[in-house]
């Protein structure tokens, strides 16, 4: 089997359970994002020096595979979806582990107002990876907003996952001055 289908030579992909869809289709362009979310983790845990923040990307980029398959699915195959990815989907269970490294990240740093990322490299793609997570957040609003089935959980995590790479950048700076 080839990586190169040719399926998509004419603009289009598709959706999970075979419904075929432009690759500008509004459900496309969010779950890239989320894509590129992942990706972006990918070199925040290529760089991270904490080794249980190491852990949590890896299990975050895990996660989010899931997430884009959610998000790849015609909303008159959700059920379907989730009864076969029933344990994997996205539940309140892993929104509140982020809720919790947020909390014990926050005891963790000096927090002192905004800051610029850069301080090292870690903390320049922890910022990256945060802004990237913010398109994804607001594509996955605007997603449901349209009119598409989205369930709160997804916008919920995001918007925790966007707070805790912010914390997990400050983190690493604050590494650097030691």
Known sequence: MSISTKTGDDGS?????????????????????????ASSLGVCRAHCMDV???????????????????????????????????????HKKQIDRLTSLIEKNEKKIQFKGWTQAGETIA??????ARTTCRRAERGTIALKES???????LIIY?????????????????LAKK
């Open 147 to 153: 009119g598409t089935s989205v369930r709160s959980e």
């Open 13 to 37: 992909t598709s959706l999970l359970f075979n419904k075929r869809v432009s690759k500008t289709h509004p459900r496309v362009v969010c779950y890239g994002s989320v894509d590129e979310l």
């Open 158 to 174: 995001l918007n925790r996952l966007a707070d805790l790479l912010w914390l997990w950048g400050i983190e690493h700076a604050q």
């Open 52 to 90: 249980n923040a190491k852990t949590q990307l890896l299990e975050i980029q895990i996660e989010l595979v899931h997430f884009m398959g959610e998000l790849a699915t015609d909303d008159l195959d959700q059920a379907r979806y989730h009864k076969k990815y029933a344990d994997k989907v996205i």
């Open 123 to 128: 903390d320049a793609f922890f910022d990256q």
